[in-house]
């Protein structure tokens, strides 16, 4: 099987947030201990949803050492592919469901003297837990946290009461903005900067940090692709000799599952390259999502990560 | 011999690069000796106005052609060691995006890494380039006592006089390459030292 180690868990707590996030508790079926993780790890959440299988990757908000209970928050995503929304509207309280054991692809850098968080909108759950993991060990940090608008500034009140001096809110609403520029040059040296959100901040810190000459290895990023629905096509997987067909709402990953085919994968969102798979032979074109290859083999055909990447064409043939 | 190529070898013997100019408001240039021509390659009006230059001269005259370069500051110490304590109020002192370039000897290249990664810096993030005399910094893995500049292998440990082998394992965090003894089980029996690379 595929993924990481599976946990079976009962959600005891549902707890809306506000108008888009929800806050899920998950407890051990067997009334045992879960595993500790690390600050920024995520789990992958399964979710049987007629025929089809999703198996969705959510950051770990609760505190790493907490074995009793993993919580979540959940943003619905009225235009996704229905993961967020069964979440929302067919999980409750008393209901089991598997769980990945946690897998950690945003990790802290324990050697920086300085942790630098930058979260936009949702993207502010791994930093609940590496706040966590850092305040047992009186780490230094600083979070920027960029939300739309006060009612929908997830954790904003819990963050500015517990810790006044670290947290800095901007709200969109407000036309509060980020001073990137101001707040980058001049931090001490040994800081590292971790940010989480929408991609067009992500690749707003990335470069405005390397333009001021930070080092590549101290700018910590992590997106979670979901994988977008688009055109139904056709994939031919050559090792176990199947054709199968790629539905609209599903990725390339789950059709091939769906086949009986076990492919490996860890994150489900396109960032941490385990589900890399070699093209035999195409006819069209690649819709490439991932965070993982390079420009060039995009640019190749001969490589896809099939978790939240498709294809539009004729053929498609994978090594698979 | 300025520019020497060093063999393959195992994954824990450096690898040096060429200096180039990176994008950054400040610039830290440690060299010694004949590091200072790799310096001399890259640096422009423009990129020495935003440099500091520490410059350890070993016996040579390049110390008044870096000074020519109007660097923003510079700074030529007599030793690495009396350099030590400047380098790191520098990088004390430093803000993220702060380039560091490293050249001339391995030595003094693996001790200014050390200082730098201290301070903050990842290992991969510093520019090296080496130049210059091909001579290493040993440890004698027994008495842990410190060699510098060794030439010839086997040498013998200045701290407890042991003969030793010069390895190719390096650690980072003593900046020094291994030596061990060569005739422990035959004492006595030791090879005709030659050139490291010979
Ligand atoms: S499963 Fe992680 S990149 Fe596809």
Redesign the pocket.
Known sequence: MSGAEKIHVRVTEKTPLNALVTRFRFEPVDGGLLPTFSGGAHTVVEMKDGDITRLNPYSLMSDPYDQDAYTISVRRDDEGRGGSLFLHNQVDVGDELTISYPVNLFSLDLRAKKHLMIAGGIGITPFLSQIKQLDRAHGNWELHYACRSEALGSYVDYLTTTHPNDVNVYYDDQDQVIDLENLLDGQPLGTHIYVCGPKGMIDWVRGKAADLGWPREAVHYEEFLAPQPGKPFEVKLAISNKVVQVGEQESL?EAIERAGVDA?????????????TRVIDYAGNFIHR?H?LEDDEHASGEKI????SRFEGKTLVLDR | MSKFEFPASIKSRPVYGTLEARPGKHHLMIADAEGAEAIMDIATPDLMAKTHIIFISRGTDYGDKLRALNPAIFYEGPSYAASVPRIQRVLQDAHMGLQVYLTGTEGLMGQAMREAVDAGIPHTAIQTEHRGSVARRMQCVHCKGITEDVETDPFVCAHCGLNLFVRDHYSRRLAAYQGVCIDAEDPGNVPEPKGIYE
Do not use: F, K, T
């Open positions: 990953l490996p994968y860890l994150c489900r969102g396109g960032a941490c390259g385990m589900c890399e991932d993982w990560m099939p978790c939240v």
